[in-house]
C-alpha cells in the first residue's frame, strides 16, 4: 500500500494530470458497455445479459433501455 502511494505522490509531482492518465483509463468501462448492448440488440434475454454483467434485470434495463435498436429516450 505505502508503494502505491509513494507512487501515486510521485506521479503528480512529477507528471501533468493529462500525462499520469494512463491512456487505456476507459476502455474496460467501454467494452463492458459495448458486449452489454450487443448482446441484447442480439436478443440474448435481459436476465441473461443481466446475469453476466452483474446487474439486476431493472438496473439493465432502466442503463441500457437507450442502447436497445427501436427504443427512443
Not at 37 to 58: D, E, P, T
Request: aromatic share 6%.
Amino acid at each position: 500500500m505505502r508503494t502505491t502511494a509513494r507512487l501515486c505522490s510521485t506521479s503528480s509531482a512529477t507528471f501533468t494530470e493529462d500525462e499520469a492518465r494512463p491512456p487505456l483509463v476507459g476502455v474496460p468501462y467501454a467494452l463492458r458497455h459495448a458486449a452489454v448492448s450487443m448482446w441484447l440488440n442480439a436478443g440474448v434475454l435481459a436476465r441473461q445479459v443481466a446475469q453476466w454483467a452483474g446487474h439486476s434485470v431493472n438496473v439493465l434495463l432502466r442503463v441500457y433501455a437507450k442502447c436497445i435498436d427501436g427504443q427512443t429516450g
